[in-house]
């Protein structure tokens, strides 16, 4: 018995490794074929399970993992891979080197039909692995239409998220138009990014930093790409009186003339209602606290709840919840 596993332990790292294919039949004849994976537990107690030397195997699937940087040796040799270099790595005729300690080593790449290799391709877009550049089409996190992958196609790593204030009219100006843009707009503001991208930058502007508001006749959110003309957006009207109090200045006379004296403490105030004034505060904080390094830098936090009749106790209590989180005298009342 245990030699047994032994062997099936064998079997196992030499399919995992890549050095052979391991299939199973099934009941059309076809074979379902394993190759650099683990084989299902099915297939390990199925007595067809049966090895496959390289060449001439042929896969009958590809697991879209392999196909990221670094899965598989001498695949990616910059930050682009085109699909005619994934066909060219699998037409069965491949050989890649592996380097060992002290010593070189080669080992043949199993052939994998371009349906097989487009299957895979289709599964890491989907899942947002990899961002696939065929002609104007920009696919991230969806599936890939039929005809889209050709051998002319590229594939990359997702980008760098969008961050929400590069929406804006100050930092994107070909998307805007008499102060409004729409879904659409920014998207072809920032070609090549996929649709996925700029729809998450979005996202995050309107339902979290409130950077952007929806106008009153927009589309409704989220929408898909073929609606992004329809989702109209607008900077927010805000209601942000921002004060700087000012300084107090008094003129004293003297024997040679007048001199202007000042307080020795000045105060910035701003009122608001969307949370993204903190966060921005929070990201220039460090900076302004060095910058005022050896004098008194006082915070004063202020929260002010209203409507149209006095708050309920229930919301009252969870938000103090939370802000006794911060300091326990840091409350509603």
């Not at 371009?114 to 877009?125: F, K, R, S």
């Not at 998307?175 to 707009?185: E, F, H, I, M, P």
Request: aromatic share 6%.
């Amino acid at each position: 018995m245990t030699n047994c596993q032994a062997i099936i332990e064998t079997l196992i790292a030499g399919c995992e490794t890549g050095r052979f294919v391991l299939q199973t039949q099934r009941g059309d004849n076809s074979s379902h074929t394993f190759w650099r994976t683990r084989p299902d537990e099915v297939a390990l107690k199925d007595p067809k399970l049966e090895i496959a030397l390289i060449p001439p195997a042929t896969l009958d699937n590809l697991p879209y993992k392999l196909l990221l940087p670094g899965a598989l040796p001498s695949l990616w040799s910059g930050k682009i891979l085109s699909v005619q270099s994934l066909h060219d790595y699998f037409n069965g005729q491949h050989v890649v080197e592996i380097p060992q300690k002290g010593w070189i080593d080669t080992a043949h790449i199993p052939t994998a039909p371009t349906a097989v290799i487009d299957a895979a391709i289709n599964l890491a877009v989907q899942n947002g692995q990899l961002w696939l550049l065929a002609g104007s089409a920009s696919l991230l996190a969806e599936t890939v239409p039929a005809g889209i992958i050709t051998p002319q196609a590229v594939l990359q790593l997702p980008p760098p998220p969008v961050q929400p204030r590069e929406l804006l009219p100050d930092n994107l100006p070909a998307a805007w138009s008499n102060g409004q843009t729409t879904a659409k707009a920014l998207s072809e503001a920032l070609a090549p990014l996929p649709w996925s991208t700029v729809k998450r930058a979005i996202d995050i502007a309107v339902n979290q930093t409130r950077q952007l508001d929806r106008t009153a006749d927009s589309l409704a959110w989220p929408c898909e790409y073929s609606n992004a003309n329809g989702f109209k957006l607008a900077l927010p009207k805000k209601e942000v009186t921002p004060l700087v109090s000012p300084v107090p200045q008094r003129e004293v006379g003297s024997s040679t003339g007048y001199v202007t004296t000042k307080s020795n403490t000045v105060t910035a105030e701003i009122s608001f209602t969307e949370s993204h004034y903190i966060q921005d505060l929070n990201d220039h904080l460090t900076t302004i606290t060095r910058i005022a390094k050896g004098l008194n830098l006082t915070f004063n936090l202020k929260i002010t709840l209203s409507g149209s009749t006095r708050p309920s106790d229930e919301v009252i209590t969870q938000i103090n919840e939370r802000l006794k989180e911060i300091d326990e005298n840091f409350q509603l009342r």
